[in-house]
């Protein structure tokens, strides 16, 4: 016979998670460089699409008081963007190569042709629909408070967490290029 007062919540609890994500491309940063038209970022944006996001967890809740849990876990995050055809101009890397500049949401890239001849700087080849892959280790951290009487259990949630980049992707290929 338990009090209704007190919640039967147990010392710790695993719980297996996976989500569909709602993501933006949104740029907060004005991305101009020597020699741009300076609307890159609103080339960028428009140009970009949020394919499905999903993650997967393992989350853990360890009991701290009566009604209160600290929870904690390890997960992981992909988020796919789709990016349409576009121009690329050859400028000179940091690597002092000759190289297709390749600038989306997630960062610049650096493209070199698999064959034909190198570019020079100045030249412009075009990219085929391409797609942007960044891969996330999540690390969540929340305090859970419940509310409730056993039969019927609510909480509240307060948190945050990190995600660490583990890689990315970009997957596109280059025509009119030497």
């Keep these: 016979n338990k009090r209704s007062s007190t ?3 147990p010392r710790i609890s695993l719980t297996p998670m996976a989500s569909i994500n709602l993501m933006s491309n949104k740029i907060k940063n004005d991305l101009s ?7 890159e970022k609103e080339d960028i944006e428009s140009t970009e699409s949020e394919e499905l996001s999903f993650s997967f967890s393992l989350l853990a809740d360890i009991r ?10 390890i997960g992981y995050m992909e988020k796919t963007t789709a990016i349409e055809p576009k121009e690329v101009g050859a400028v000179r890397a940091s690597d ?12 610049r890239y650096y493209l070199t042709p698999k064959y034909g001849t190198w570019p020079a ?6 990219t085929i629909a391409s797609a942007n892959e960044l891969h996330y280790l999540t690390i969540p951290l929340a305090v859970k408070y419940y509310f409730g009487n056993n039969k019927l259990n609510f909480f509240a949630i307060a948190g945050g967490d990190a995600n660490i980049l583990m890689g990315q992707d970009l997957t596109t290929g280059l025509y009119g290029a030497s």
Excluded: E, W
């Design 7 to 9: 919640l039967d919540l």
């Design 121 to 126: 700087v100045g030249d412009s080849a075009y």
């Design 96 to 107: 002092g190569k000759i190289k297709y500049q390749f600038d989306c949401s997630a960062g």
């Design 64 to 73: 701290i008081a009566p009604r209160m849990t600290l929870q904690t876990g």
């Design 33 to 39: 460089h020597p020699g741009s038209q300076g609307n």
